[in-house]
């Protein structure tokens, strides 16, 4: 069920664009869907600085996208990889699991309503990993 918040949370296309100025780049598919994520990370310092993405996919994607590029800024890169690990082992497995406190709002995405979209969600997440791999 797409909500008001998912859709506002979606619209946000402040972190959409591809500059081509990357320390990090992926792209992922989900193969249950066909959704498709573009990611470029600029990393300093051993911190995220920005996220710019481009997404062919629903809006639970885009949404998850949108947020996700707006947390990480500023976290460090060990921090972001154990805690993404930890969100994308426990969304399908335990809805009730404490996220780190600046991922949060998450909760708007990986909760009972939207769990047959759970891949939708994680896609972006899963795209981060690959690209800090």
């Known amino acids: 069920m797409i909500t008001n918040e998912i ?4 619209s946000n296309t402040s972190n959409v664009g591809l500059t081509n100025k990357y320390t990090f780049k992926t792209i992922k598919k ?13 990393a300093k310092n051993s911190k995220i600085s920005s996220m710019k993405y481009e997404t062919e996919s629903c809006v639970y994607c885009e949404a998850s996208a949108s947020l996700l590029a707006k947390k ?8 972001i990889k ?3 690990n930890r969100v994308k082992e ?19 995405l990986i909760n009972k309503k939207n769990f047959k979209r759970i891949n939708c969600v994680l896609l972006p997440i899963e795209a981060v990993l690959k690209a800090l791999k």
């Open 82 to 84: 154990k805690e993404l």
């Open 7 to 10: 859709i506002k949370i979606a």
């Open 72 to 79: 990480i800024k500023t976290m460090p890169i060990n921090i």
């Open 90 to 108: 426990n969304a399908k497995v335990n809805e009730n699991f404490n996220f780190h406190k600046k991922l949060e709002e998450f909760k708007f």
């Open 30 to 42: 989900n193969s249950m869907c066909g959704d498709v994520i573009k990611i470029e990370l600029v």
